[in-house]
């Protein structure tokens, strides 16, 4: 009687895994789009420059911070993204 009890006792144990899953807090980091510089073109102009010339410039630089503008807010857009969502 005694062996029948110590064999139900030496069989191997039940390992169950079951996966959680948690979303975790990871930093979004973004470098800066080198459409977004420190200089632009209205500072390339000079104020002895003609009118022609700094309405170009005036242009070019609307331009130039559309295009940073549509960077920053893509990765901005991106960094939002909760994590495991349906679009992921």
Known sequence: MLL???GGC???PIIQTRVVEKPIAVPCRIGM???CKSTYAVDRVSPGDDALTIN???RAEIE???ACETKLRA?????NIPPFSPTH
């Open 64 to 66: 130039e911070r559309w």
């Open 56 to 58: 170009r410039a005036l």
């Open 33 to 35: 789009p080198p459409e």
């Open 75 to 79: 990765a901005l857009a991106g960094c």
């Open 4 to 6: 029948v009890l110590m």
């Open 10 to 12: 030496s069989s191997k």
